[in-house]
């Protein structure tokens, strides 16, 4: 392979016009496209600053997008078909990962009963999730950047299956302690789950696609939720017998940590780090970094002083806040209106995710097709708050069919969320790490999961389910307005836009700007007949 020259920052120097024009002009020969009249010379590096499709970085107070991202030379992209056997990996791993969360909330009065347990502890068993992952995720983002998103995987991976093993002989009322250790073993395994969704997309799948390929990453996770809603109340019965009731949750243990171990199999033999060739040009310029330009506590800071991403990091953890204490608290809100109705406190469960997985996916769909981040991100949130409304005025006037007609609506919504704040924050901070964007926003999640599980819990305790689901209506208010005042500063579909633009301008038709696959970094374009 050819040595290319080296890249020069437009911050540390002018941009080596001439190379840029000789590489676009070879890629105009190889492409056979006619030649067009001589180009005109082009401005000074001030009138870079205010390209139309970058904006005037005078009117800002923000550093200027080409701070970050700078112009390179046309690369080679391609999409590889098994881009999807990666992503069908990983969410086959989240949802193992998804299922251990919930197994036991969503039939806590049995876990009660047979560890002999208060509700706030049975509760802790799922906020595990939420405390593990803050202190731990920078470390692991830090991992994600310097190792690459394999090593994250297999060790996430590992944990899951660690984990779920050690549950597997916690089927006994004097054992939860231990079981309480396998659950926090799983806990630290979604550290590694949970911001790889938008890096995965983004490191294999083309522009196009990259929201759907986001979602579908997503999905894995909300396909474990549901079955965690679903199977748990069916394997595990409410009987009175303790050493029959430990069968089945032992049967239940079993079942999970063999899932889990074949998972961890596959991701050691088949998962693999990225593809040999770029999928879009944001991407093969997002590999043209160097390491020595390259600051994890500098990306850090950029991100933590860039207010619309900072506003969709609170909104965003109010939302998923939300999210979380529903489904940490459903048993019991089901059981208080419904009593002895477990399997259908799981169905409705299930019936929140499936409507929030059909809404993640149809999110992502539009997200590809229209780019509309902002504008669908606020509607989607505020019919998130009206979701939560009609389920919380509805709960208590006892038909269970309208339970599930207003579940599905919240589902739908408040779940289908979660994708599209994941694509906006890649969006809003490129060419910052995907999995540092993600894993604040997860950050956020997390804190306000716990605070308002444990808030919502003793609101029930003390005044019923009504006033614990106002209360999560009041922050979801709250989130709707911080989201309105994001500005949508696309920055990745700029970095794209101004590489097809480049390419029209130099060969007077889009035949440049096609799927063709990318180089490493440092190398000159191999353009392919």
Request: charged letters at 15%.
């Amino acid at each position: 392979m050819l040595q290319g020259p080296k890249r020069t920052s437009i911050d540390k120097g002018s941009m080596n016009v001439g190379l840029q024009n000789d590489w676009l002009d070879g890629f105009t020969m190889a492409q056979g496209c006619e030649s067009l009249p001589p180009r005109q010379e082009r401005g000074s590096l001030e009138e870079h600053d205010r390209h139309p499709l970058l904006g005037d970085s005078s009117l800002t107070s923000e550093p200027p997008f080409l701070d970050t991202a700078q112009l390179f030379p046309l690369m080679e992209t391609r999409l590889y078909k098994r881009r999807w056997v990666m992503l069908f990996i990983f969410s086959i791993y989240s949802m193992s990962n998804a299922f251990m969360w919930l197994q036991y909330s969503i039939i806590s009065n049995i876990f009660m009963r047979f560890y002999s347990i208060g509700s706030l502890t049975i509760d802790w068993l799922s906020m595990i999730y939420f405390f593990t992952y803050i202190p731990l995720i920078l470390p692991v983002m830090w991992l994600l950047d310097n190792r690459g998103i394999r090593d994250v995987v297999v060790v996430g991976s590992a944990f899951n299956c660690i984990g779920a093993w050690i549950k597997t002989g916690t089927a006994h009322p004097d054992m939860f302690a231990v079981t309480f250790f396998g659950q926090f073993m799983c806990s630290v395994g979604t550290v590694y789950v949970l911001g790889i969704p938008s890096r995965l997309a983004s490191l294999w799948f083309g522009h196009h696609e990259v929201s759907t390929a986001c979602s579908i990453g997503v999905l894995g996770n909300q396909l474990g939720i549901a079955i965690g809603f679903l199977i748990p109340p069916i394997i595990v019965p409410n009987v009175d017998d303790v050493d029959e009731l430990a069968h089945h949750i032992s049967i239940m243990f079993y079942v999970t940590a063999g899932v889990a171990t074949v998972i961890f199999v596959l991701v050691i033999i088949v998962f693999q780090e990225r593809p040999e060739l770029p999928p879009t040009q944001a991407q093969a310029q997002a590999r043209n970094l160097l390491p020595d330009e390259y600051s994890y506590t500098a990306s850090i800071k950029r991100l933590l002083c860039n207010k619309s991403f900072m506003l969709l990091v609170i909104s965003y953890g109010l939302n998923v806040g939300c999210f979380y204490a529903v489904s940490t608290l459903l048993n019991r809100m089901i059981i208080e209106h419904y009593p002895g109705q477990e399997v259908n406190a799981g169905r409705i469960g299930l019936t929140i995710v499936i409507a929030g997985m059909v809404g993640s996916l149809i999110c992502g769909i539009w997200l590809d097709k229209t780019k509309t981040y902002k504008q669908t991100t606020l509607i989607v949130y505020l019919l998130s708050l009206v979701g939560m409304l009609v389920y919380a005025f509805t709960l208590s006037l006892g038909h269970l069919w309208l339970v599930f007609v207003t579940s599905g609506v919240l589902g739908f919504f408040m779940t289908g969320y979660l994708p599209l704040g994941f694509e906006f924050a890649v969006e809003l901070t490129y060419p910052e790490s995907e999995g540092t964007s993600s894993g604040l926003l997860n950050c956020s999640a997390q804190v306000f999961g716990i605070i308002f599980t444990i808030a919502q819990g003793k609101i029930i305790d003390a005044w019923g389910t009504l006033a614990g689901n106002i209360f999560l209506s009041i922050f979801l208010l709250i989130g709707t307005i911080m989201t309105g005042l994001i500005k949508s500063d696309l920055r990745r579909q700029k970095a794209n836009q101004l590489a097809e633009a480049r390419a029209v301008n130099h060969t007077g038709s889009m035949c440049s700007v096609q799927d063709y696959g990318a180089t490493v970094p440092g190398s000159p374009p191999q353009w392919r007949p």
